[in-house]
């Protein structure tokens, strides 16, 4: 029998030190991992609270989660809680300490797919358009920040980890290390261009001597994405922009106005660095919503009635 502390402990040592996890992600690990002793804990199958894991069986973790989707936990978090016990019964098969993973074959129940929000252009238009003084640095960096999430698709991490030398000027391309460390080239507007520009005219009188990063803070270091969403936020109320504005929403509407012009799903997945394409299909479901909308208000025998008032006209 292994004492379950111990074995936790144990893979905790591993994932910080062999695959060398940041505290957040160890974090996660320890409270997803956590909930599931607790649950072992309390129950008939350990009377004494000491969980050996060798007798786990599928049963007990389909009960588990059946237990936390009870509780109020979604899908996408137990999909989580799931990758966590797995990730620890196959460190603990490595061990020696059990003969299987019970998780494999335990489903997360599904969830319904939100569609992710979006600015019209109109919208983006009046966000972007600005009468700032364009000799102020923060209002410059704000600018072009702005342009470019919404120019190139980026995501806030890949926006915040830009350095100076990920411009190609002569080409008006962009190089972004994104998820999974993948590199991607990606062209950047007209309108994000001039921006960038006037921005890295004034960046040196903000930026320390030795800060290599594209956007820098007031105190002259690498901006934080903190920062961003604040800033992003502070000028969708200055300029009356409808509903929330965070920097993925930027990154939603880019991808959705792209195939609605394009219509090629293959071109908007390589921009938005998607490794599957089904991740990128979601914005078909958005581009199909905004086609019932314009169908619905302008075809003359399209105007929707309720199905009772339907059936009582039928009658």
Same mark, same amino acid.
């Given at each position: 029998?292994?004492?379950?502390?111990?074995?936790?402990?144990?893979?905790?040592?591993?994932?910080?030190?062999?695959?060398?996890?940041?505290?957040?992600?160890?974090?996660?690990?320890?409270?997803?991992?956590?909930?599931?002793?607790?649950?072992?804990?309390?129950?008939?199958?350990?009377?004494?609270?000491?969980?050996?894991?060798?007798?786990?069986?599928?049963?007990?973790?389909?009960?588990?989660?059946?237990?936390?989707?009870?509780?109020?936990? &979604?899908?996408? %978090?137990?999909? @989580? !809680? *799931?990758?966590?016990? +797995?990730?620890?019964?196959?460190? =603990?098969? $490595?061990?020696?300490?059990?003969?299987?993973?019970?998780?494999?074959?335990?489903?997360?129940?599904?969830?319904?797919?939100?569609?992710?929000?979006?600015?019209?252009?109109?919208?983006?238009?009046?966000?972007?358009?600005?009468?700032?003084?364009?000799?102020?640095?923060?209002?410059?960096?704000?600018?072009?920040?702005?342009?470019?999430?919404?120019?190139?698709?980026?995501?806030?991490?890949?926006?915040?980890?830009?350095?100076?030398?990920?411009?190609?000027?002569?080409?008006?391309?962009?190089?972004?290390? &994104?998820?999974? %460390?993948?590199? @991607? !080239? *990606?062209?950047?507007? +007209?309108?994000?261009?001039?921006? =960038?520009? $006037?921005?890295?005219?004034?960046?040196?009188?903000?930026?320390?001597?030795?800060?290599?990063?594209?956007?820098?803070?007031?105190?002259?270091?690498?901006?934080?994405?903190?920062?961003?969403?604040?800033?992003?936020?502070?000028?969708?109320?200055?300029?009356?922009?409808?509903?929330?504005?965070?920097?993925?929403?930027?990154?939603?509407?880019?991808?959705?106005?792209?195939?609605?012009?394009?219509?090629?799903?293959?071109?908007?997945?390589?921009?938005?660095?998607?490794?599957?394409?089904?991740?990128?299909?979601?914005?078909?479901?958005?581009?199909?919503?905004?086609?019932?909308?314009?169908?619905?208000?302008?075809?003359?025998?399209?105007?929707?009635?309720?199905?009772?008032?339907?059936?009582?006209?039928?009658?």
């Amino acid at each position: 029998m292994s004492s379950g502390n111990a074995a936790l402990d144990g893979f905790y040592t591993y994932l910080s030190s062999e695959r060398q996890y940041s505290r957040h992600t160890l974090s996660n690990y320890q409270r997803d991992l956590g909930r599931l002793q607790d649950y072992l804990q309390h129950s008939t199958l350990f009377p004494d609270g000491r969980v050996d894991w060798a007798r786990i069986e599928p049963k007990h973790i389909r009960n588990f989660i059946a237990w936390v989707h009870r509780e109020g936990l &979604g899908g996408k %978090s137990i999909q @989580r !809680l *799931l990758s966590a016990i +797995r990730s620890f019964y196959k460190y =603990l098969h $490595r061990e020696g300490l059990v003969q299987q993973n019970p998780a494999l074959g335990v489903q997360a129940p599904k969830s319904p797919r939100r569609l992710p929000q979006t600015l019209d252009v109109d919208q983006l238009n009046q966000l972007l358009e600005s009468d700032d003084d364009e000799t102020d640095p923060l209002a410059c960096r704000d600018q072009a920040m702005l342009e470019l999430i919404y120019s190139s698709g980026l995501r806030l991490s890949e926006l915040v980890s830009l350095d100076l030398h990920s411009i190609d000027w002569q080409d008006a391309s962009l190089r972004v290390v &994104g998820k999974g %460390s993948k590199e @991607r !080239l *990606l062209p950047i507007g +007209r309108k994000a261009m001039q921006a =960038l520009d $006037r921005w890295c005219d004034l960046r040196d009188s903000m930026a320390r001597p030795e800060e290599m990063a594209l956007f820098v803070s007031k105190r002259g270091s690498r901006i934080s994405g903190r920062s961003v969403q604040l800033r992003i936020d502070r000028r969708a109320r200055m300029q009356h922009t409808q509903g929330k504005v965070y920097p993925h929403r930027l990154r939603h509407s880019f991808a959705s106005h792209m195939l609605e012009s394009s219509g090629d799903l293959r071109a908007v997945q390589e921009l938005l660095g998607h490794s599957d394409i089904s991740t990128t299909q979601i914005y078909t479901h958005l581009d199909f919503r905004h086609l019932m909308d314009v169908y619905d208000k302008a075809h003359p025998r399209a105007h929707k009635q309720s199905p009772k008032k339907a059936r009582n006209d039928d009658d």
